[in-house]
């Protein structure tokens, strides 16, 4: 049997040249089409599926075909042999069968505007020269085709390791962290009525969409792992092992959630409230809470996109809801919860700050009670900002001297920002109607009396400057909700970087849970929480971040298991009376 294979490798190997030039070219991540189809049928009869390995001989000219299950009566294909008896051979493409297939990954899937070819080279670290082929549908055909093969790999054992991620529980009495393999039942029925527990998930689950106009920051993963009818069982059985009160979901793709993501979502006791973005791509942003914890007040999106200002002529939204929890002393109390993704370009730092005080200014209007305070807020999103930052520490300190800061550093996605100019004074113009305490001036003429109390209530030293809407220009942002973050950003023992999303170009953090704290929160905080006020939330414990170097033993994101290019962020809170 081995003479024989080695004879019939030397052959193949001869005979390669006569192949066509493009068939001689197969690369390792890659393989050229076979009359447009991803799926090479065969009527032979191989045991199990067939894929091109990625690493081979240095004798071999190109990638030989293995066999996932090698048996002793495995023999080649018939079309192992010169080139005009493979083109003679008995094949076509509609004889797929689970026994018998050829897996040709496809590179080709095209990122349109989005980097220069010879940057996605050095990127790469690639010298070919070569054209890069036109995208490709991605065809039902395939789908349920690699769903197949996934689900028979899956049979076998064959999934890879999962990232382990633990969960860290804050004591009442001490300050020093305990993990809790298991976080308890259902407080909800259980907790007396001065106490209200509940969860909160923030998950950009990786719009369809968006994954195949960026194919260039996937380029280390299998493809039949990127493929929808592979990813979503993925994020669903993730959603429902966290089993959150509160899911605040980004690049929420519209058909996907219209046919699959909200009736799923439903059947697991969800309440879904979707706003989808106003330009051509079709993802968005949702917030679902579970009715047996909530009862919904209101849903209020927002639009960052106005078409009679150059500046935001980006179509990022954000979406805010007030929700009233169920089994609580007072039937007053409510919690306000955010959710956004703000402009992905790290050279637009004027662009995110806009988004990020109209988001604001929303949640101001939302947000205050009859008593003049503002009630709990919870912020959940992709801020496409690093941790330190100026957009990151405008959120946490409330207040940003922007003057002389150039665009490209606002965001600190970059090392080396190549956005020099400086941002304008202000920022935005008037006719926004959002003041430069990023609350809204033209929603508070109507009712003077009632939003300059509850303004002067929640910070009376700077009432004059919200309520006059003709403010002198300020290079200087305000906004007044004392927020904290429910993650460290760093590790405490090494000082390494948590990360929330890993791909082929970086990996760091750039989704964020922030809340506001209870005073007597601090004790059992990471860094931030002295910035609180009377009343608000306790963080009580949190899932785990990991490192780069974590996420690469598992092949980065997405992978077998984790099937969007971000991490789900998950804490538990205790609202607290004032």
Known sequence: MALVAELRFA???????????????????????????QILALNSPVSSCMRWAGHYPPWASFPLPIAADFSATWRFPPFFGPWRQFQNSNWHLDSYTQSCCFHLPNPSMKSEGEEPLTKKRKLSGQDDTSTPEQQTDLSNQKEVSCLSVAQNEEKHGSKK?????????????????????NKGSDQSSTGSEATFDFTVMSYNI???????????LYRHCRQRLLFWTYRFPNILQEIKEMDADVLCLQEVQEDHYRTEIKSSLESLGYHCEYKMRTGRKPDGCAICFKTSKFSLISANPVEFFRRDIPLLDRDNVGLVLLLQPRFHCKASAAICIANTHLLYNPRRGDIKLTQLAML?????SVAPQKDGSFCPIIIC????????????????????????????KVSGQEQFPRGQRILSIPIWPKKLGISQNCVYEI???PKEENAG??????????TQEIVIASEKSSSKLRHHFKLSSVYSHYFPETGIPEVTTCHSRSAVTVDYIFYSAANDDTADQPAGAKDSFCGGLKLLGRLALVTEKDLWTVNGLPNENNSSD????????????R
């Open 443 to 445: 929603k508070q003429q």
């Open 206 to 216: 990786l719009s369809q969409n968006l994954l195949e106009d960026n194919s260039h």
């Open 360 to 364: 604001l200014a929303e949640i101001a």
């Open 566 to 577: 971000h991490l789900p962020l998950l804490a538990e809170f205790r609202l607290i009376e």
């Open 453 to 462: 109390e509850k303004l002067e209530a929640a910070k009376p030293d700077n």
């Open 381 to 408: 999103g992709d801020f496409n900002s690093v941790p330190g930052s100026p957009l990151y520490r405008f959120i946490k300190e409330g207040k940003l001297n922007y003057e002389g800061l150039a665009i490209g």
């Open 161 to 181: 390791g999962t990232i382990k991620r633990h969960w860290e529980y804050f004591c009442q009495q001490s300050k020093t962290m305990q993990i809790a393999k």
């Open 11 to 37: 052959l193949l190997e001869k005979k390669h040249s006569m192949l066509p030039r493009h068939v001689q070219r197969l690369g390792r991540d890659w393989i050229t089409h076979w009359n447009g189809s």
